[in-house]
């Protein structure tokens, strides 16, 4: 009886106490979010936000809403035309100022770590690691970027990534035939992942346990940027599942070149990353591990979209691709009368529209559309106010496709980037142009990647003329993806 008596007294207590729990919650919650309001009616925000959306993810989804790559979405139009180039909003879960304002994006690059610091979804930090180059910020952050910096110097560049550039080329070109279509989507991530193995550790294309991998990281990126739902069958669920299967095979190799090393036998040291970081960085193990894992994933998953995009605005504009092929005739023709094969550092050099039609495809293309920071200290910009703690996006694509910036802009363009017969409106195009972002963290591989597209390209034109076999487009997503693979049919010249 009694014992009963205190059963009943105690879930009574539980449930009071649960109850009051409760409602302390929803008072400090309230307050919280009432002297926020406040504290934000005496401020200038930027237009925009007010009520709009639901708790906690805001109008994220309006804002991924997959929308073709040539276009900024409709969210970001109508947000534009109602609010202006800077508006606010809530997404990621926090209180966000979008910017499509050039001036502002360049505000927020070069003021990285004074006034603004990077800051990705938590989600993306779970699948490319708490040590990847994205997430960190600081000291440790300038540590991994000089490493990359100095695998991608331009001595490397020239001597030694170009004839590499040059050969996976090859190699992917030398298997395409005439006849069914494929998907040329493909084929670009064969030839930049490739590329990206071999020369951050030493993985053979073609090879069964290079195959795995890139396919593991078709999944992984997929995970990338979905919401972070961790349980069986979501996207990021099996990202973080193919995660661990690349650190497997990262680690393999990291083991294997530790053998080697202690067997102090003089054999040919592969001139890789992996090499390199383990022999002249302090970085641990599982540091190295994030490292090459993510770059290998910037690396390659970037510049083969940028490839595709420009197969794809190329097969609409064949005034361009005449253009292209004689740009890459002339330069094949004084080859062979020197009698040389290989392209070198000058004839890179000498791919000039080349260089116009790389510019015109990111521009409209837009393969990195924004990025995420956070303000670290109270802004004041253009009459606005940007409180600490919010976050912000500069959008660059809304830049690159503003009529005001650049003429008829939905339109492929390349001869806009030649010297002296710039149409865009606002001289010189590209101070308002930033595909590869800016300031202290722009990309590392950018010279990379135009050497990869360039070095494409010449052999592509030289060999083939291609068609779609059927109409495709990219959608952002907002990583973009041709929505079937971007199936090509080919045809030999010569
Ligand atoms: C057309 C191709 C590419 C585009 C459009 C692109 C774009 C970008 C952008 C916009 C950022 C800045 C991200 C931010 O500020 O939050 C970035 C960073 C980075 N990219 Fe690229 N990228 C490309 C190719 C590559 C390649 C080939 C590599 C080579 C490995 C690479 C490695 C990196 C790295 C390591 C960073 C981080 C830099 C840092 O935080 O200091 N990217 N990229
Ligand atoms: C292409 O854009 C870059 C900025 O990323 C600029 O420095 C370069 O001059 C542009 N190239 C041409 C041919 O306009």
Redesign the pocket.
Known sequence: MIKEALLHLLRSCCFFFSFFLLLLLLVLFYDHYWRRRRKERQLNLPPGGGGVGWPLVGETFAYLKPHPAASVGEFMENHISRHGKIYRSDLFGSPTVVSADAGLNRFV?QNEGRLFE?SYPRSIGGILGKWS??VLVGEM?REM?MI?LNF?SNTRLRDHLLPEVERHALHVLRSWREGPPFSAQDEAKKF?FNL?AKNIMSMDPGEAETEKLRREYITFMKGVVSAPLNFPGTPYYKALKSRSAILTVIERKMEERMRKMNQKVEIIEEDDLLGWAMKQSKLSKEQILDLLLS?LF???E??SM?LALAIFFLEGCPKAVRELREEHFEIARKKKDCGESRLNWEDYKKMEFTQCVINET?RLGN??RF??RRVIRDVHYKGYDIPRGWKILPV?AAVHLDSSLYQDPHQFNPWRWKSGLSSAVSLPPTSNFM???GG???????E??KL??AVFLHYLVLKFSWELAEPDQALAHPFLDFRKGLPIKVYSIT
Do not use: D, I, Q
């Not at 202290?440 to 950018?446: H, I, N, Q, W």
């Open positions: 690059l990077c180059m994205l952050h970027r990359s991608m930049t990206m770059l910037a690396g390659h970037t510049s940028a990111l393969v990195v990025v995420h660059f595909p590869y972002g202290p963290r722009l990309c590392a591989g950018s990379l990647a990869e597209m």
